[in-house]
């Protein structure tokens, strides 16, 4: 398995991953390329023999409070906050709750390294 930042080419695989995970649900993809653009290094995707098979999309804010799904980062995230703050996950299914605690684990990693405090993650 390997892990690095998000590429705009990475935006059909996600929605793939997003119809899996989220039910039928994926992202705009002008929502997606914004957050890819704005936040490329707290984008974090998971490579498996060659295939994208889970991302996992974080910010900082300045204080708790939770954000809507679909939201403009520009808004929402501050390069010197204290929260870091989960705002999408996927995983194919088959790869399962392991993937998604290393994923975690590479959001919190970044987070301690960038001097924030607090995880946050409402579902």
Known sequence: ???????????????????????????????????????????IVAIDKNTLVGFIFFEYLEKEKAISFIHNVDKTHKLDGNYLYISEIGVLNKYGSGLMQRLLKKALEKGREDKTKVAIWLI
Not at 4 to 25: A, L, N
Not at 38 to 43: A, I, Q, T, V
């Open 1 to 43: 398995m390997i892990f690095r930042t998000v590429e705009i080419s990475d935006i059909p695989q996600i929605q793939i991953i997003e119809r899996e995970y989220y039910e039928g649900f994926s992202l705009p993809k002008k929502i997606l390329r914004s957050w890819i653009k704005k936040l490329p290094e707290n984008f």
